[in-house]
């Protein structure tokens, strides 16, 4: 089976097909291709990453299909999932437009399509959690899955200081994170890469979003704290429905702890002693971090 006959699977006569930009054949990542139909239509092929499971494909495929039926305009897959030399392969409809320059106007409209875009996802709950993902603040299935004891160990031998740090670190962000209502804050299907690169512009109007790869079930201020600006939180907040709570509004930094937090598990992988010490400080240079009147 060829590219051609991928698409050709979910009725596509494919005219040219070109793979979008440079991307590493190791399957770390999804790889895509532009198709062009002989009808005269555009799409892109996706093949996607190793790690990716039918079900987790499939659960992103319910989200932009129940999005694409609201009137946003996504990349909704065409047909099915196709199998080809061990890899799974999806087509899925062309957004146009690109991105634009990330201005604080953009950010802050940015944030009012993220608001808007959980509003219209709410229902989606219903689908419960993407397989094989956890929300922001629950950071013992990661720290489980990444090994962290044997990996923090590990780097003990090596490096003890830099080792002591994180786990002293882990412990303050976990603290932290236990002084807030985090389980009784709002939930929803969240895009978990709100940042200009997703965000489609033709003309200078908005257009489309794209990349739902992580999409998940978290609460909605973890799109804010993962997608973090200031123009972004007031955008978020004149379009949020219902409006943002406090304690919504006190979890953002926490949670952007968290974030950092999660990054360290995967970095301990590496062991790369630079990389671990620019997310310490990210933490611990935080704004009222370890206290109790928490501000993004």
């Known amino acids: ?165 994180i786990a002293q670190v882990n412990d303050a962000v976990e603290a932290e994170l236990g002084r807030h209502p985090l389980n009784d804050l709002p939930a929803t299907v969240i895009h978990c890469d709100f940042q200009s690169h997703n965000i489609h512009y033709l003309r200078g109007r908005f257009c489309g979003i794209v990349d739902f790869d992580l999409a998940h079930l978290d609460l909605r201020v973890a799109d804010l704290a993962i997608a973090w600006t200031p123009e972004l939180l007031d955008g978020y907040r004149g379009a949020a429905d219902p409006p943002l709570s406090r304690d919504e509004e006190a979890a953002i930094g926490p949670l952007r702890r968290a974030l950092r937090l999660q990054q360290i598990a995967f970095l301990l992988e590496r062991a790369d002693p630079d990389a671990l010490e620019h997310q310490l400080r990210r933490i611990t240079e935080s704004r009222s971090f370890g206290r109790r009147a928490e501000q993004p």
């Open 1 to 165: 089976m060829t590219l051609v006959e991928v698409v050709g699977a979910v009725g596509i006569t494919a005219r040219r097909i070109r793979r979008i930009g440079w991307q590493s054949g190791a399957g770390l990542g999804n790889q895509h291709w532009h198709v062009w139909a002989v009808d005269g239509g555009r799409y892109v092929l996706r093949r996607h990453a190793e790690f990716q499971t039918l079900p987790q494909i499939e659960y992103e495929a319910e989200v932009l299909s129940h999005l694409a039926d609201l009137g946003w305009l996504v990349p909704w897959r065409i047909g099915a999932t196709t199998e080809f030399d061990g890899r799974l392969y999806s087509t899925y409809s062309y957004v146009p437009g690109r991105r634009v320059a990330d201005t604080a106007v953009r950010r802050e409209e940015r944030g009012e399509l993220m608001a808007r875009l959980h509003r219209d996802a709410a229902p989606l709950a219903r689908l419960g959690q993407r397989p094989g993902y956890d929300r922001l603040h629950d950071l013992a299935p990661l720290r489980a899955r990444v090994n962290w004891p044997d990996r923090l160990a590990a780097l003990a031998e090596t490096d003890r200081a830099l080792a002591a740090e």
